[in-house]
């Protein structure tokens, strides 16, 4: 005689299911090997991705390793420089340290401060009262964009117009074509060409 099936329902599961984390993104990164160099690595951003040089007798073991150690450097240094630049002091802090390395410190800003208006502009400088102005926009961008932007509007306290010698101020700053062109991209991207309006400058001020 043939069993009767069980029609008892299943008892439930007390299993907590899995949560599926996901994967954090994979930068994408060049290694370039160099004969000249014996011992040292170095890491550095390039047109979104990373590059990193290492000796040429490096095995593909020690290249695994360094190439993980250099990118989490990356990010470790990146992040803390997102975090250093959080507050308007700050800012000052690192505007008087690139006046410093750059300009002889010769641009002694009043004041530096993180603003939400302006849209287009990535800041914004008033010669008259030394006051400088960054666009929130550039939170989060890499460190060498944001100094690109402070030095040129620490030039502008030199340098009020965009001349000759203002521009020869700007590129005192060795990353300045690298951080415009940056810039320009991103723009280009946001925008897909179409031109924006303008922002409402302070008087007497200047902009990036």
């Known amino acids: 005689m043939q069993k009767r099936p069980d029609r008892r329902e299943p008892a439930a599961s007390t299993a907590v299911p899995a949560v599926r984390t996901p994967p954090r993104p994979v930068p994408e990164v060049e290694v370039r090997r160099s004969a000249r160099r014996r011992r040292t690595v170095t890491a550095y951003r390039e047109n979104g991705r990373t590059v990193v040089l290492i000796p040429a007798a490096f095995s593909a073991a020690e290249e695994r390793r360094w190439v993980d150690q250099m990118v989490a450097k990356l990010q470790t240094r990146e992040e803390r420089r997102r975090r250093t630049l959080a507050s ?3 800012l000052m802090d690192r505007a008087l340290e690139l006046s ?3 300009l002889d410190g010769r641009a002694v800003p009043a004041s530096v401060r993180w603003v939400d208006n302006q849209n287009r502009r990535w800041g914004s400088c008033t010669p008259a009262d030394r006051t400088i102005r960054l ?3 550039l939170r989060g961008m890499p460190e060498f964009v944001v100094d690109y932007v402070l030095v040129h509007e620490l030039a502008h306290l030199l340098e009020p117009n965009h001349d000759q010698r203002f521009w ?3 590129h005192a700053y ?3 074509e690298r951080a415009l062109g940056f810039l320009e991209g991103f723009e280009h991207g946001a925008t897909g ?4 309006d303008d922002d409402d400058l302070e ?5 990036c």
């Open 88 to 90: 308007d002091d700050e």
């Open 100 to 102: 410093r390395a750059h």
């Open 135 to 137: 666009s929130s926009r």
């Open 168 to 170: 020869a101020l700007v």
């Open 174 to 176: 060795p990353r300045a």
């Open 193 to 196: 060409g179409r031109p924006t």
């Open 203 to 207: 008087p007497g001020a200047v902009d």
